[in-house]
């Protein structure tokens, strides 16, 4: 093609691109992505009504525990650990379907609920205070009340909390970090609960895992992830 053929080609290259719409910005491409859920309790965090108090995946304390505790789940904590005072009121974090009440295969005794939503999650509410009144098959809203927080120890002095989980459904058999599946301000609320928050490293690869966000997938009955030969904390 000759020079002066390709300059008017070139201008007019210019001119349809220079017409084209612009790109979405990145806050309406995040709007796109936002997480699907909502936090399953309703008030504001705080000292006064609720604080995360341990984190999903990793954990020291599930470190500690990995093969007893937690050995179900690869050694890592299933859930987030939400603490609060028993009778505060649980709200569904997304519109479902009622599937499972006290299914105590899963633990978090006294009470649980598990709830499968149509994206292919399903949410796992344990630690209630009593049995909920929902029945396998009952439809249920994004925000609506469904059960009360409990005490695993039933005293609602030791350690009262929810526990949630996120898993897949319809199997449940694998579970994610609720994290990025909640839209919430999760750096304010992990400032609120006053102690770190913080996960078991493995020196050879001392920065996997090691935040809130990086947490990893769990497979029920699989092999342990966090069995280090060389930890720090190191083990009891």
Sequence with gaps: MGRRRLVPLVLTLLALALALPPRAPLAVQAAVDAPPFELPLAGPPGPGTWMLVQAYGNTEFAYRTRTSFYAAGQGLHFGIDLGARCGTEVVAIGDGVVVEVDNFYHGAE???LMIDHANGYASFYGHLLE??????????RRGQV??????????????????LE???APSHTRAFNPVP????????IAAIGGQPLTFEM?????RRWQSLFDQPDIL???ALLNDYPDAWPPPW
């Excluded at 049995?131 to 249920?140: A, E, F, N, T, W």
């Excluded at 599946?181 to 304010?188: G, S, T, Y």
């Design 110 to 112: 006294p009470h649980n």
């Design 131 to 140: 049995r909920p009144s929902l029945r396998r098959g009952d439809s249920v």
């Design 146 to 163: 469904i059960a009360l927080t409990g005490d695993p120890d039933g005293t609602c002095t030791s350690r009262p909390h929810l526990h």
């Design 166 to 168: 996120i898993r897949d």
């Design 181 to 188: 599946l909640i839209d919430a301000d999760w750096d304010a």
């Design 202 to 206: 493995d020196l050879s690869d001392p």
């Design 220 to 222: 029920f009955g699989h």
